[in-house]
């Protein structure tokens, strides 16, 4: 069965599937059309327009209101509410409105990014309104196609879209279907053929009856898919839960600090406001704000390599992919017929550019092309040749008749003869050749359409003079075939490269398309996308690799429910093996498109998918990252994440690369905030418990100065001033991560949340660790025998002690971050952007002025000291400085050594990911080899796909 013929049988077994109110339309439909030759009339459509309802999608509609107050309504939106009313509770205005401000920036980005969600199905929505002839009344108007109802009668002609589901009445038709099946060619429909709404009348005009209209159509159904994609995004997932493990355990500590405080007698004023700053300080508020602002960042990178990013998540996304299904053609092909160089010739001294300059006699060289065909010659034959020759009749196309034939006259020979190019089974019959040529010409076409090629077959008559017209005619003339022209929509120059690209990156490429299986199959066999399989030719020859792609077709795919239009349940487990093997799908549907992608997300992997068509808008939406490719329709826009503004799937490789990079910076980002939240959080936790300052002092404290008439006090903390300052100096620093320099994974990118709190626990241990061992250094700095005391820098007052560990906290912090950006590696494996250590210096150097020249006063009732002040140790700062970089050495060490142990014994899974087992075209073709001269055998060997080698080695398309 021919694809034209299984597409509309696939059709009519949709419309048989229609619940009973779709199979009233149709009744309703077909008995107006044999009612009337006039169309209806106005009454008549105006009671089946409110039976039926408008020729238009219908469109869940939310208000914005609601949406926005959803923003402000979700988990990590309250916590930060729980902040802000924290900061009004203690009377700390400016922190609020801070607060407030982040809370309605992130309500503003989700709010932005939620409505974007409509826009598929609105540009869809809006392909439903051209208008539409239509005959009412027995008079033909053009009116609105939202007014269409069944049983209308239509005028289809070309150039026009067609405004709803049709059935032609009488005559041919050529329909562009590649937006819905990804059919290059346009198809020919006849009398009882159904015109699906979406496609293009490319020539002909016929009249029409409208069978379904609005969500009863095939078009409806495609953009009802796009409905059913509501999701949280993965970047956002790992952040809640990042931010709720961090959130619980820094209630869990504030808490026991808070009742062991009022247990130990304290201000209950104190205690509390000491709590809430604990709170305040330990919940990283700005983590999606940081993490938001590196993936715009990353957008405006990935738009310089001509790819617009319209949901920001998407980058994260993408660099996780590790399975990317692509449309061919418009995306891996060219959507346009090439001549191929391969031409069986079948007469003597002819060369394919004569057979283009015969091809180019049997058309109207001279005018426009009137089709693809004409199209295809015209534009490669030596026109300039055809001056001194005179086309005196010519004979168009026809359906029937499956040829064009032209009489020619040469003006320097005065002579003349007859070229005609068709269909090869056509031209047979009528050439006088011996039964040799045709049995070569047969096995051809055969052999060429098991690749998937198309062929052209050009004949000439001998010549004659231009009085006796030629004996009688074409067939007395006696035509010789002159030999075949093959053509293809050939993939893109970069496809092929692009595909090895994207496997050395550990992303396996599926190609999805509407087009013919063999075409298909052809196309796999160019782009070296199939098995890589070794084998020998015979004994004692050197193996050569062949790429022997497996193709299936629709009919093992899973597919919507009839009647509640929901995916079968179990996809993963019925489909997954049989979806999985393949290296690519053909004369499928926008369904199947949808269901494959879905059935491969279900598998585990993250799914990318490629296209341009309204075909593709529904698997687009579903796929993890939608790529509409350049010259993609308005629904295939929408219904995308990245959008394409350069041709060839080179663009998404390059995009691969970058969103890779962004997602390190986010991995490194988000290490560090773990990791200083933990560190400042534990310290004070630890701190509090264990370290007692008034412990620390002299016996005769009361009679030295600087202790004041109240001494010490009961626990240690910072000014909250000091706790602000740090937190905003680190977020000015964090911007600038968006700008470091990292290097792109070679596998696709995971979160695995527990590796990261394991690495940061140990970044905080030995930080905090540092930090305590400082303070105790700092209390003890009275006692005759302590470190500080024999180098000199004994004494300390508590203010110049609280502005110590302001200093060393700060510092810790900032080198924190150059050991988390290196993750596995030393901090000097990899050097940070100019940007970045621009601002940790700025940051670094405004710390330590502070720490240095900050007034002697009361902050927070807590007394405060500039260690370069008069009487103080201006050495101090050195010493601190010194002590934290050493401290610094420790601490990479420690993470370099955390992540051999975890690597070497794969704990916490930290050497999984998904797409790990990929092998690239050139290491499988290695291993091929190799594995094939170990055997020792001429027997094939598969490698490098999960496909069988029952399937791969045949080389043919499964049904």
């Not at 080899?929 to 055997?935: D, E, G, N, P, Y």
Request: aromatic residues 8%; charged residues 20%; proline residues 4%.
């Amino acid at each position: 069965m021919g694809f034209k013929a299984q597409f509309i049988s696939k059709i009519a077994t949709m419309n048989k599937q229609r619940d009973s109110d779709d199979l009233s339309i149709d009744e309703e439909a077909f008995r107006c059309k044999h009612s009337s030759a006039d169309g209806l009339t106005s009454d008549e459509a105006l009671v089946l327009l409110r039976k039926f309802g408008p020729n238009a999608l219908p469109e869940k509609q939310k208000s914005k209101l609601l949406i926005y107050v959803e923003q402000l309504w979700q988990p990590m939106p309250i916590m930060i509410w729980i902040a802000a009313i924290t900061e009004a509770g203690i009377q700390n205005w400016a922190d609020m409105a801070i607060l407030l401000g982040i809370q309605f920036t992130n309500a503003t980005l989700g709010y932005y990014e939620i409505t974007k969600a409509g826009d598929a199905v609105a540009a869809l929505k809006n392909s439903l309104k051209p208008l539409a002839t239509v005959k009412r009344d027995g008079q033909w108007k053009n009116l609105d196609a939202t007014d269409l109802v069944p049983g209308d009668l239509v005028l289809l002609a070309a150039g026009s879209a067609i405004p709803a589901d049709c059935v032609v009445k009488e005559g041919t038709l050529e329909v562009d279907q590649s937006a819905l099946t990804g059919e290059s060619m346009a198809v020919t429909m006849y009398a009882g053929d159904s015109c699906k709404m979406g496609s293009t009348v490319y020539r002909g005009e016929v009249e029409a009856v409208v069978e379904h209209t609005g969500e009863n159509t095939f078009f409806g159904k495609t953009a009802s898919l796009l409905q059913t994609s509501d999701e949280l995004g993965n970047l956002q997932k790992l952040l809640l839960q990042i931010v709720v493990v961090l959130v619980v355990i820094s209630l869990t500590l504030s808490f026991v600090v808070f009742g062991y405080l009022l247990g130990a007698g304290n201000d209950v004023r104190h205690t509390v406001s000491f709590t809430v700053v604990l709170i305040v300080a330990s919940i990283p508020v700005a983590i999606e704000i940081v993490c938001t602002t590196t993936l715009a960042l990353g957008s405006k990178e990935l738009s310089k390599h001509g790819a617009i990013v319209t949901r920001l998540a998407a980058i994260e996304d993408m660099a996780g992919m590790s399975m990317l299904c692509s449309d061919k053609t418009g995306t891996l092909t060219m959507n346009k017929m090439v001549i191929q160089p391969e031409t069986p010739l079948y007469a003597a001294g002819e060369t394919q550019a004569s057979l283009l300059r015969y091809a180019a006699m049997a058309a109207k060289w001279r005018e426009p092309p009137r089709d693809a065909l004409d199209t295809l010659v015209l534009g490669q034959a030596d026109l300039a040749s055809l001056e001194a020759t005179q086309q005196v009749d010519y004979m168009p196309f026809d359906p029937i008749v499956k040829r064009t034939e032209g009489t020619i006259f040469d003006a320097a020979t005065q002579l003349c003869f007859k070229v005609t190019k068709g269909a090869p089974h056509v031209l047979l019959k009528l050439c006088v050749d011996d039964e040799a040529v045709k049995q070569r010409c047969e096995a051809d076409v055969t052999r060429l359409g098991q690749r998937g090629i198309r062929c052209l077959a050009v004949a000439r008559t001998s010549t004659y003079d231009a009085d006796d017209g030629g004996g009688g005619g074409g067939e007395a003339a006696g035509f010789r075939l002159l030999g075949l022209l093959t053509f293809l929509d050939p993939p893109r120059h970069d496809t092929r490269e692009t595909i090895h690209r994207a496997l050395s990156y550990g992303v396996e490429v599926k190609m999805i398309t509407g087009d013919h299986l063999l075409i298909a199959m052809e196309t796999a066999r160019m782009l070296d996308l199939g098995d890589r399989v070794a084998v020998v030719d015979r004994a004692g020859s050197p193996p050569r690799v062949e790429v022997r792609p497996l193709i299936r077709g629709a009919d093992g795919l899973p597919v919507l429910d009839a009647h509640t239009k929901k995916p079968p349940p179990h996809l993963a487990r019925d489909y997954g093996d049989y979806i999985r093997r393949g290296h690519g799908f053909a004369q499928v549907f926008p369904e199947h498109k949808f269901l494959i992608v879905q059935t491969l997300r279900e598998m585990g992997f993250k799914t990318g998918m490629t296209g341009d068509g309204v075909n593709d808008a529904p698997a687009l939406k579903r796929a993890d990252v939608g790529i509409a490719v350049a010259g993609a329709t308005d629904a295939a826009r929408a219904a995308s994440d990245i959008v394409l503004t350069q041709e060839g799937l080179s663009t998404i490789i390059e995009g691969l690369i970058v969103s890779r990079c962004i997602f390190q910076r986010m991995k490194n980002f988000i290490t560090y905030r773990i990791a200083a939240t933990l560190q400042l959080l534990v310290f004070f936790f630890v701190a509090v418990l264990s370290m007692k300052p008034a412990a620390f002092m002299p016996p005769d404290h009361a009679a030295i100065a600087s202790f004041g008439p109240d001494g010490w006090p009961s626990y240690f903390k910072l000014p909250v001033l000091m706790l602000m300052l740090i937190t905003l100096l680190n977020d000015g620093t964090l911007i600038s991560v968006g700008y470091d320099h990292v290097q792109p994974s070679r596998l696709p990118n995971v979160w695995n949340v527990p590796v990261l709190f394991a690495v940061s626990s140990v970044l905080a241990a030995v930080a905090l660790f540092s930090s305590l061992i400082m303070l105790y250094l700092c209390l003890s700095s009275w006692e005759p025998r302590s470190l500080l005391a024999r180098w000199g820098l004994g004494e300390l007052t508590y203010g110049q002690i609280t502005t110590a560990m302001y200093l060393k906290v700060s510092i810790s912090d900032f080198l924190t971050l150059f050991s988390a950006r290196t993750h596995d590696g030393f901090f000097w494996s990899s050097a940070p952007s100019p940007i970045l250590v621009g601002a940790a210096s700025v940051s670094l150097l405004l710390s330590t002025l502070l720490a240095c020249f900050w007034p002697k006063s009361t902050v927070d009732e807590q007394e405060v000291d500039g260690l370069a002040n008069d009487g103080a140790h201006p050495s101090l700062a050195v010493f601190v400085w010194l002590y934290c970089l050493v401290w610094w050495l420790i601490q990479d060490a420690a993470k370099v050594l955390l992540y051999r142990w975890m690597q070497a014994y794969n704990v916490l899974g930290i050497n999984d990911a998904v797409g790990g087992d990929l092998v690239s075209p050139d290491a499988a073709a290695k291993d091929a080899t190799v594995a094939l001269q170990k055997a020792g055998s001429a027997m094939d060997l598969t490698v490098g796909s999960s496909a069988s080698h029952d399937d791969a080695s045949l080389g043919h398309a499964q049904p």
